[in-house]
């Protein structure tokens, strides 16, 4: 299995990018990015290039990646949310987002 360099899977110099490469990914949900799969490389790479606010919903656990347009959205729940379990984030609408 190919070893992904964190500056080549969170590309770019923005606040959200440098969060992301600093984060122990062994300790989410996501685990180690070495195994990460490249659909999830791929959409990383295009949240953290788009200029919109976009947020990445991955994996059973709904791990949560987004970029620097997201965080006025997510306000004071970033840094926080980036890579937590969606359910953790969000506790007081979970029941009503999973029966979408």
């Not at 770019?12 to 490389?41: F, Y």
Request: glycine content about 6%; charged content about 20%; aromatic content about 12%.
């Amino acid at each position: 299995m190919p070893i992904f360099k964190h500056n080549e899977v969170f590309p770019g110099s923005s606040e959200t990018s440098a969060i992301l490469r600093s984060i122990d990914w062994t300790k989410t949900p996501l685990g180690a990015v070495d195994g990460w799969p490249q659909s999830l490389r791929t959409s990383i790479s295009i949240c953290l290039n788009s200029a919109f606010a976009i947020l990445v919903w991955w994996g059973p656990e709904l791990a949560m990646l987004y970029n620097d347009a997201y965080v006025p959205v997510i306000s004071s729940k970033h840094p926080r949310a980036l890579g937590a379990r969606g359910r953790e984030i969000f506790p007081e609408v979970w029941t009503r987002l999973v029966r979408c």
